[in-house]
T-cell receptor
Framework: AQTVTQSQPEMSVQEAETVTLSCTYDTSESDYYLFWYKQPPSRQMILVIRQEAYKQQNATENRFSVNFQKAAKSFSLKISDSQLGDAAMYFCACEQGAQKLVFGQGTRLTINP | DVKVTQSSRYLVKRTGEKVFLECVQDMDHENMFWYRQDPGLGLRLIYFSYDVKMKEKGDIPEGYSVSREKKERFSLILESASTNQTSMYLC???????????FGDGTRLSIL
């Protein structure tokens, strides 16, 4: 069975600084997708970034980028120039085939003004 | 924008009741999903559906059933609610494989 582990239950960062959220996963699939979702206090899960495992190039979306290490099964999220609106729960997820997502435990990110 | 609508934001029910959670999506997506979210456990898949009248068990289907009579609507049913089913329930949809899932706002369900 696939597992996804986020070892940081909580993180905090000063506004405008950079923070990295960790995620490791385990899968027997050779081709799969990895995701980071954000859940603000409004509760709606929002897709932050997606990585296709067969692509070696790390995905980026504006201030958000990933460090994808396939051999190490690591998929960390870097947020640059942190903003107050980035405060949320962040979930890492791995698609285990047929669109079934396995989620990590989540990391609560606090932005200090 | 994709809209996934869950019928209730908060719901309080009693032990033993039959509970229906409704989810509707407006983008003609093929796939729909039900998750429950608990602190420290993340989201766990309960059931999913690839097409009308089709359903597949997820990782934690015990105590739940689902119904998909129309493409846009996916219902989660708690046949006899128990206190350990108190949780946040999230519905999601997607157009197909390799596409990200879109989530509703969630229903916070309390079973007393």
């Amino acid at each position: 069975a696939q597992t996804v582990t986020q070892s940081q239950p909580e993180m905090s960062v000063q506004e405008a600084e950079t923070v990295t959220l960790s995620c490791t996963y385990d899968t027997s699939e050779s081709d799969y997708y990895l995701f980071w979702y954000k859940q603000p206090p409004s509760r709606q899960m929002i897709l932050v970034i997606r990585q296709e495992a067969y692509k070696q190039q790390n995905a980026t979306e504006n201030r958000f980028s990933v460090n994808f290490q396939k051999a190490a099964k690591s998929f960390s999220l870097k947020i640059s120039d942190s903003q107050l609106g980035d405060a949320a729960m962040y979930f890492c997820a791995c698609e285990q085939g047929a669109q079934k997502l396995v989620f990590g435990q989540g990391t609560r990110l606090t932005i200090n003004p | 924008d994709v809209k996934v609508t869950q019928s209730s934001r908060y719901l309080v029910k009693r032990t033993g009741e039959k509970v229906f959670l409704e989810c509707v999506q407006d983008m003609d997506h093929e796939n729909m999903f039900w998750y429950r979210q608990d602190p420290g456990l993340g989201l766990r898949l309960i059931y999913f559906s690839y097409d009308v009248k089709m359903k597949e068990k997820g990782d934690i289907p015990e105590g739940y059933s689902v119904s998909r009579e129309k493409k846009e609507r996916f219902s989660l049913i708690l046949e006899s609610a128990s206190t350990n089913q108190t949780s946040m329930y999230l519905c999601a949809s997607s157009p197909g494989s390799d596409q990200p899932q879109h989530f509703g706002d969630g229903t916070r369900l309390s079973i007393l």
